[in-house]
Nanobody
Framework: QVPLVESGGGSVQAGGSLALSCKAP???????????KGWYRQAPGKQRELVAR???????TYADFVKGRFTISRDNSRKTVSLQMSNLKDEETGVYYC?????????WGQGTKVTVYS
């Protein structure tokens, strides 16, 4: 499995912005490039759900509830996938997880907590 290091969580007022970052420091660039990457979140008392995903071909897919507000991107040279979140809502409080290589067989980060308050 590929170790992932997440950062960037924190507390923000509703309507504010946060940027999350996930790095795969022990992965070689070609492997990083050749795998799908994504961000998921788990709100308190709920199941983990997809937020945004980048396919192997760098096609971005977003959950309907974040379209137009969140942007997923990657930097192959830094082996990093990022999630820029804006206009955050109270209900988006939760733990955000980075995924590398897909939901079924991929690797998950340790999670970074995001708290959105009114």
């Amino acid at each position: 499995q590929v170790p992932l290091v997440e950062s960037g969580g924190g507390s923000v007022q509703a309507g504010g912005s946060l940027a999350l970052s996930c790095k795969a420091p022990r992965t070689i660039t070609s492997v990083f490039r050749a795998n799908a990457k994504g961000w998921y979140r788990q709100a308190p008392g709920k199941q983990r759900e997809l937020v945004a995903r980048l396919s192997v071909g760098d096609e971005a897919t977003y959950a309907d509830f974040v379209k137009g507000r969140f942007t997923i991107s990657r930097d192959n040279s830094r082996k990093t996938v990022s999630l820029q979140m804006s206009n955050l809502k109270d209900e988006e409080t939760g733990v955000y997880y980075c995924n590398f290589g897909g939901e079924e067989k991929g690797t998950w980060g340790q999670g970074t907590k995001v708290t959105v308050y009114s």
